[in-house]
């Protein structure tokens, strides 16, 4: 299982490690076998073995616990999205400092700023303690040696590095972006990414993160593989001894 968690609908998926069984053998699933779905209001297929056998209880609670994790992004933290954690004077989607004229997708006639630059600026990140922002066309700033002020991990960047390319170019943090993917490769050695390679500070990497080292599969590039955490934009802080009516109040979690 990748860094996303989930896998495309289109391609069987294997378990690793192999779920607790008798036979301890790694399994492909698939979720279009005819044998494995209900004829119930769900809909919903039970995973079997590609020779059409079920799993066991055991192995498909198994399969259920990487779903799981895979789905929240293997968030730890049990009261994320449910009791506020901190707070920010200042927050941005960056895209008042990365949708600049000749940047990507960049429309001059665009009448709102939603509709400038769409689906490349739609990570909001806490501005309080990064350095103060500079122009995006500005002469860069050599560290020569000396530590940035702010270290950024990108992953998964595709073909869209624009939130390590701010980060980098705008706020003079040290970025390392990882992508694995063959479409990332190519795009690093060919000509749509010779602006990033000028910035010294920006490195890209051709691998990603797990929990094991080695060589991963990766299926055929798919939305559905990609695991973002959704957590509500507020929460309700109520009386401990009456947690419904007029004693609750929400809160903004940003």
């Not at 192999?18 to 039970?46: E, F, H, W, Y």
């Not at 950024?152 to 980098?168: C, E, L, N, T």
């Not at 695991?227 to 007029?246: A, E």
């Amino acid at each position: 299982v990748g860094v996303g968690g989930a896998s495309s609908s289109n391609n069987p998926v294997q378990l690793l490690p192999p779920p607790p069984s008798s036979s301890r053998r790694n399994l492909r699933l698939s979720r279009r076998s005819k044998a494995g779905s209900l004829d119930d209001t769900t809909n919903v297929a039970i995973p079997l073995r590609t020779d059409g056998k079920p799993l066991s209880l055991d192995e498909r609670l198994r399969y259920l616990e990487l779903k799981t994790n895979a789905h929240f992004n293997f968030g730890a933290h049990p009261f994320f999205g449910s009791k506020k954690l901190s707070s920010c004077k200042e927050q941005s989607d960056l895209q008042k400092f990365g949708c600049v004229p000749g940047q990507d997708l960049y429309n001059p006639n665009a009448k709102t700023a939603g509709e400038n630059c769409p689906g490349l600026f739609d990570h909001v990140v806490c501005l309080d303690h990064l350095p103060k922002p500079k122009p995006f066309d500005s002469p860069e700033v050599k560290l020569n040696g000396k530590q940035a002020p702010c270290l950024i991990y990108d992953f998964g960047i595709r073909k869209q590095p624009q939130f390590g390319q701010v980060m980098a170019k705008v706020f003079g943090c040290e970025v390392h972006a990882f992508d694995p993917s063959p479409v990332s490769t190519k795009w690093w050695e060919g000509d749509e990414s010779n602006d990033l390679h000028t910035i010294s500070n920006y490195h890209f990497h051709p691998y990603g993160a797990g929990g094991f080292d080695g060589d991963l599969e990766l299926n055929e590039y798919d939305w559905g593989q990609v695991s973002i955490i959704k957590f509500p934009t507020w929460v309700l802080d109520c009386n401990p001894k009456n947690h419904t009516g007029p004693n609750c109040k929400p809160i903004e979690t940003k």
